[in-house]
């Protein structure tokens, strides 16, 4: 029997069977994510730089920081494409890391013209961009794309994207339009989406945004 406590991950492999209960009266809760193992292993060629075998984990639950924060960031957007990306980057970076019989992840090496491509491409829209966009602009495989991003530019392709659409709604904040016509215009799936991502970002929602710029304009 293993125990998985706060903090800790449980890696499930593929057609692993397994079972589980809580481990006391009061119950437990989790995060959970499924990813394909395709997916894993299309990563794990950016990442180590050739095929590579999926990691093994021959104990079930480990203390990895990496892999917890890459669990919990799958549950603070709505997984948008380059979000995805980004997830499976995260989790082939941290299997990898925890399975000492696989080659370490290889140091990017930087293709800065596809990188300028990519934030270029990111820079000219407010709505939300498909992976397959950025692969053709960039030149660059989605997963490579999202290792070099970070490296070069200190964030996640998604995260850049996502902070060019917040200032193109700041910007549209200023204006009398709904809230709701704010938050599909920046690529927001609905105005509870686009509340929750600005308060994340400025602390702050953005109808208290937008009295405290329009007191500031009269002031």
Same mark, same amino acid.
């Given at each position: 029997m293993e125990r998985s406590l706060p903090g800790q991950v449980a890696v499930l492999h593929p057609d692993e069977k397994h079972d589980g209960?809580?481990?006391?009266?009061?119950g437990f809760g989790y995060h959970i994510v499924y990813v394909a193992p395709e997916l894993i292993a299309g990563a794990l060629r950016d990442v180590v730089?050739?095929?590579?075998?999926?990691?093994?984990l021959r104990e079930p639950v480990l203390a990895s920081e990496q892999l917890?924060?890459?669990?919990?960031?799958?549950?603070?957007?709505?997984?948008?494409? =380059?979000a995805r990306d980004t997830l499976?980057?995260?989790?082939?970076? &941290? @299997?990898? +890391? !925890?399975?000492?019989? =696989?080659?370490k992840a290889s140091v990017p090496c930087l293709d800065q013209? &596809? @990188?300028? +491509? !990519?934030?270029?491409? =990111?820079?000219?829209?407010?709505?939300?961009?498909?992976?397959?966009?950025?692969?053709?602009v960039s030149g660059l495989s989605r997963y490579a794309l999202s290792r070099q991003f970070r490296a070069l530019y200190g964030t996640s392709p998604y995260r850049y994207s996502l902070l060019r659409r917040l200032d193109f709604a700041r910007e549209r904040l200023r204006s009398d339009d709904q809230l709701?016509?704010?938050?599909?215009?920046?690529?927001?799936a609905d105005q509870a989406h686009f509340t929750r991502m600005f308060k994340a970002a400025y602390g702050m929602?953005?109808?208290?945004y937008r009295t405290l710029?329009?007191?500031a304009r009269w002031s």
């Open positions: 209960r809580p481990g006391t009266a009061d730089g050739r095929p590579t075998p999926l990691p093994f917890a924060r890459a669990v919990s960031s799958a549950f603070e957007s709505d997984l948008e494409p =380059l499976v980057v995260r989790l082939a970076e &941290g @299997l990898l +890391r !925890a399975d000492a019989s =696989l080659p013209r &596809g @990188l300028a +491509r !990519a934030r270029d491409c =990111l820079d000219s829209t407010s709505s939300v961009v498909r992976s397959s966009v950025l692969e053709r709701a016509d704010v938050a599909l215009a920046a690529g927001f929602p953005p109808q208290r710029q329009s007191c």
